[in-house]
């Protein structure tokens, strides 16, 4: 005589264990190819630094906005920090970074009206510093990254080239993750890309 095996009925506890089985596996891509409305995809020869030295205002993004300022480009790569407070831009005429370069050293500086608010030096091949690649100069945010809405990090990558306009791209890739809540595991990759015209001053 077979015995009838009876299935249990899925209650509150048993959907809410589905539930939270499929918040855990929470994750986010969006990587975002070189804009093609951009032109060809500058590029340098092995062995070669790209050179990226100049005096940059002004942003353009692949999503089409329309070009505006973007001094959090420069605070949240070289800086590492947040942005001083408002007041030191709300009265100000003109503001834009300039990156000098060398063979082993790019130094990147803030101005606010032709004053430094800030600067740094980054030297190549050295911890938090950059590298030479065949699709620009590379910068890493790496332990340093900024913490997201949760317990863990989502280290990042710069890598800047000019274009034959003397435009500055950049590409901007993250990929990290950690806990949500200190519970959910997440995951994220994310590609964008922003091109920063020559600085013409004001």
Known sequence: MRRRIRRGRSGPLHRGLWTLTAMMLSGCADNR???????????????TCADISGSYSGCSFEDRTKPRDCPYFFWDRFELRKMPSPGLFSNAIDSHFVIEQSESKLRVVYLVDEKTVAEKELLKDQRNGFSCTTDGIVVSNGGDAQPENMLGWTPGTYTLIKDRQGRLIVEHHESGGGLMLGLIPYAESTTTWMRIDPYARK
């Open 33 to 47: 190819p070189y804009p093609t409305e951009w032109g060809d995809r500058p590029t340098v020869t092995n062995n």
